[in-house]
């Protein structure tokens, strides 16, 4: 899909193909791995008096749900934290993302943990599988490694898995939850040994379910429109509450059963394992919190079906599901940082190296960076509770401001209780992320470090180009808006269009400008730049692309619009920065009502073709009948 586009002629929108099924499963496949580690951690800060814990973590969990549906009915092009913090100020809008970076970082980090200790556990009796969990922090680096040396050829598919596994994944949670039901019970439960600020502390302490919010905040600026809708006036407001809802119920719901599930475990021991002592039982579950949710599939089916077979395949079935689905979230984390990065330098908030880009279209240094600030995480943790008490004071604090900007924004239309629900929860949040700060110095140095390496790198760029703050009224901003071009532009007169897709200097221009001159058609010429970053935030007021900045789109476009003066031919160029080319030329086709397609003959090798994809035969795949489609070669 496109990420930006811009014409001479006005302006041009990125493609909305993204139903709300699909940003469902994207969605559910951030969010829904917070229960594989929220759980356990839980039974570790406050053991069997945890369900009041769990409770209120879900509770928070559906209020930052119930925010986001109001954050993505009012910024139907994007409504992540840069985004929306951006219209109180760019300085804001960095420090939210420096805030995210934090979070995907630990993100990355976390998740791969996580999975390995998913896959191995059960198996700690094999050599080779001990020492990976003896060694597991630098296992995971090695993962992360391997993830990164995939991504350097482009993450174009890089939420399918996530996709492709949402729907096992929600099967065997219903699943898990049924076998549970009949033997829930609260004859474990006990009262809470400490006193309310203690029971905060360790409350803070477990927030980790708020993960993956922002990613369906992100994802709206490629949602399929509401109907009655346009691309001018854009709402996606139903697209989003259908996607938000089911996964917030399944998140909220299914946390808070399978953490009663947790501590019911008890009960259950005693047939499976013959443990019946409480500090035996303690000390089984306190061992088993990093892949608790494989424990409890284990231990329920063994009791459900009296067999422990049973048990153990089901525990196998689950442990492999949640490995896949984490692997996927620590992929999708790196990608997500390699896409942050590559934006705020193309927004002029980082040093323009960031957008240099390897042969295959993926930023060189945003992908260094976004597998080796995990990797450094990792080298430093001594154990999983340590990393993920790093982890929730960077997603609290994108989130904090993110609702907080929405909270005090008086221009996007938010009623009086819009209002009063994101001042309710940016104070909680706010509450929850000071208490962090205090409470966890290693996650305040983490995060202290994150800020201050990024502001220092902004402020460098910002001196290197010369770029400074200057304060003029809103009248005179108004004025010298980067969209006051594109409202004075004059209209193309109606008739025939022909777009050309070049990919060089190479004779199916001159073929194009023959067939424009016969027929007397304006030309608009295509030139697509491919980047393989998957990040779909809403586009940005400084960091417009444009063909005069790329050499070859330069030398293409003023080659043509000079040879259509001289042949009295309008030449229209047009420049695309797209992860997926094939798409753009048919999503262009349509949106500029052209009439006639031309394009070169691949150039392509067969292994390419095979790899990529051959973009002639994507592109007469897909396109519109009444679009008539020239290959010249």
């Not at 099924?21 to 791995?33: I, N, P, Q, S, V």
């Not at 002592?277 to 599939?297: H, K, W």
């Not at 509450?431 to 110095?441: D, N, Q, S, W």
């Not at 003066?565 to 309008?570: E, F, G, N, P, W």
Request: proline share 4%.
């Amino acid at each position: 899909m496109a990420d930006l586009i811009i014409t001479e002629s006005g302006t041009v929108h990125r493609p909305r193909n993204v139903d709300w099924k699909r940003a469902a499963a994207l969605l559910y496949g951030d969010w829904g791995t917070s229960k594989a580690y929220v759980i356990g951690l839980a039974f570790l800060a406050a053991g069997f008096s945890s369900l009041p814990i769990i409770l209120a973590v879900c509770a928070l969990t559906g209020l930052v749900g119930i925010n986001y549906m109001v954050i993505c009915r009012h910024f139907p092009d994007g409504g992540g934290v840069y985004s929306a913090a951006r219209s109180q100020g760019r300085l804001l809008a960095v420090v939210g993302a420096l805030l995210l970076l934090a979070d995907l970082t630990v993100t990355a980090a976390l998740s791969g943990w996580s999975a390995l200790t998913y896959i191995t556990s059960g198996a700690e009796h094999i050599t080779w599988i001990k020492m990976l969990r003896d060694h597991i922090a630098l296992t995971t680096v090695g993962i992360l490694l391997l993830m990164g040396a995939i991504n350097f050829f482009g993450p174009k598919h890089s939420g399918s898995l996530a996709v492709a596994l949402a729907v096992p994944t929600l099967i065997v949670v219903l699943v898990m939850i049924a076998i549970c039901a009949p033997h829930l019970t609260t004859r474990f439960l006990q009262p809470r040994h400490e006193s309310l600020s203690m029971l905060w502390v360790q409350f803070v302490g477990v927030i980790l379910a708020l993960s993956g919010a922002e990613s369906i905040a992100n994802v709206t600026g490629v949602m399929k429109l509401d109907p009655g809708s346009t691309m001018e006036n854009p709402c996606v407001a139903r697209e989003s509450f259908k996607a938000i809802t089911p996964v917030a119920i399944e998140v909220v719901v299914g946390t808070a059963l399978l953490g009663w599930a947790m501590l019911s475990l008890p009960g259950v021991l005693g047939k499976t394992l013959h443990i019946t002592d409480p500090g035996a039982v303690t000390a089984v579950l306190q061992q088993r919190s990093e892949d608790m949710l494989r424990f409890i599939g284990e231990q329920f089916a063994a009791a459900t079906f009296s067999s422990a077979a049973i048990g153990n395949i089901f525990g196998w079935i689950v442990g492999i599901v949640f490995f896949l689905l984490l692997l996927s979230a620590a992929n999708t984390a790196i990608v997500a940082i390699v896409g942050l990065l590559y934006m705020m330098s193309r927004d002029h908030e980082m040093p323009r190296q960031l957008r240099r880009l390897n042969r295959h279209g993926v930023p060189i240094y945003p992908l260094l960076i976004a597998i080796g600030l995990p990797t450094i995480v990792l080298l430093f943790v001594a154990n999983f509770t340590s990393l993920a008490g790093l982890y929730a004071i960077g997603v609290v604090g994108a989130i904090t401001v993110n609702v907080g900007s929405c909270a005090f924004n008086r221009s996007a239309g938010f009623t009086w209780y819009d209002h009063v629900l994101f001042g309710t929860t940016f104070v909680i949040l706010f509450a929850v992320e000071f208490t962090l700060a205090h409470t966890k110095p290693d996650a305040l140095f983490f995060v202290t470090c994150v800020l201050t390496s990024g502001l220092a790198v902004r402020a460098y760029t910002l001196k290197r180009q010369g770029l400074t703050t200057l304060t003029v009224t809103r009248e005179v901003a108004q004025m010298v808006g980067p969209d006051l071009e594109a409202r004075v532009q004059p209209r193309l007169q109606e008739g025939q269009k022909i777009l050309v897709a070049a990919r060089g200097i190479t004779p199916v221009l001159g073929f194009a400008l023959d067939e424009a001159q016969l027929r007397k058609a304006t030309l608009c010429v295509l030139y697509v730049k491919e980047v393989a970053v998957y990040y779909s935030g809403g586009p940005s007021v400084l960091g417009r692309a444009k063909w005069q900045d790329n050499p070859e789109a330069n030398a293409i476009m003023s080659l043509m619009m000079k040879l259509g003066a001289k042949r009295d031919i309008c030449v229209v160029p047009v420049y695309a920065v797209s992860q997926d080319a094939a798409a753009t030329i048919v999503d262009l086709s349509a949106t500029l009502g052209v009439d006639y397609l031309v394009i070169g003959a691949t150039q392509r090798t067969a292994l390419a073709n095979l790899l990529r994809g051959s973009v002639v035969a994507n592109v007469a795949q897909h396109l519109p009948d009444s679009i008539q489609l020239l290959i010249f070669g």
